[in-house]
């Protein structure tokens, strides 16, 4: 069998190119998005970050989940940082979590339950997708918004010395993970709606952002 980050990489690379051009993700990317905006997407991507670090860390001496479950890149605590420095210590009340981010979040969470294969594809779909894009991200939102360096730590890895060799050691704790997966094939399907998610916050961000 192929790898299983080869088989990841091939069946979710059109969602990708999906990903990247739609809703507030290609706003970011095109220096078209306002604070708010950005602000109200970190807001609807934490609760999918708790779920899946939750999961990862409730799971970590399971065989799989023990390589994955790597606690210098878990999120959620520099998106609240950001979120406090960005949207100020009320973002709480002002910033609404959408349908949409809700419903990201509980598919992680159910992820982390039974056999926990599926938190494989959820762990590959952000992690690699931070670790990759998200370095690009960061000096767009930068230069666009004007964002200090603390407002960006999501981006921000200070535990990892090598970011490119570090990306690549995760890519290959994916395949290890794999190996103990029963199914692949469940795997990547859940990495599939795992992009479906993000890319259905990444529209309904870009939609309550121009109601607000
Ligand atoms: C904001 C726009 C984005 C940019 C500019 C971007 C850019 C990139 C780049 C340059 C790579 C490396 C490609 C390679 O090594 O072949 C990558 C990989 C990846 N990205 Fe993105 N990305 C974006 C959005 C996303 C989103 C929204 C997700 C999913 C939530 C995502 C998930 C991934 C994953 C999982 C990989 C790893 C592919 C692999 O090595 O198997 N990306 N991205």
């Not at 109200?40 to 939750?54: D, G, I, Q, S, V």
């Not at 004007?146 to 981006?155: G, H, I, K, S, V």
Request: glycine share 6%.
């Amino acid at each position: 069998m192929e790898n299983l980050a080869d088989l990841l990489r091939d069946r979710t690379q059109p969602l990708h190119t999906q990903a990247e051009r739609t809703g507030i993700v290609r706003d970011i990317l095109t220096g078209r998005v306002d604070r708010n905006g950005y602000a109200l997407f970190l807001r609807n991507l934490l609760p999918a970050y708790e779920a899946l670090e939750a999961g990862l860390s409730r799971n970590c001496d399971r065989r799989g989940i023990d390589v994955i479950a790597v606690p210098e890149i878990y999120r959620a605590g520099t998106l609240i940082s950001d979120l406090n420095a960005i949207a100020g210590s009320t973002w709480l009340q002002s910033l609404p979590l959408l349908p949409a981010g809700e419903r990201y979040a509980r598919r992680v969470d159910r992820a982390a339950d039974g056999d926990t294969a599926r938190l494989i594809a959820h762990a590959y779909t952000r992690y690699l997708g931070d670790l990759n894009g998200g370095q690009a991200l960061r000096r767009v939102l930068a230069r666009s918004l004007d964002l200090e360096p603390r407002m960006l730590t999501f981006y921000d890895f200070p535990e990892i010395d090598d970011l490119k060799s570090f990306t690549a050691d995760y890519r290959d704790a994916i395949d290890r993970a794999g190996t103990s997966a029963a199914d692949a094939s469940t795997v990547i399907e859940e990495a599939a709606a795992a992009f479906q998610y993000n890319i259905d916050v990444s529209i309904a961000v870009k939609a309550a952002a121009a109601r607000q």
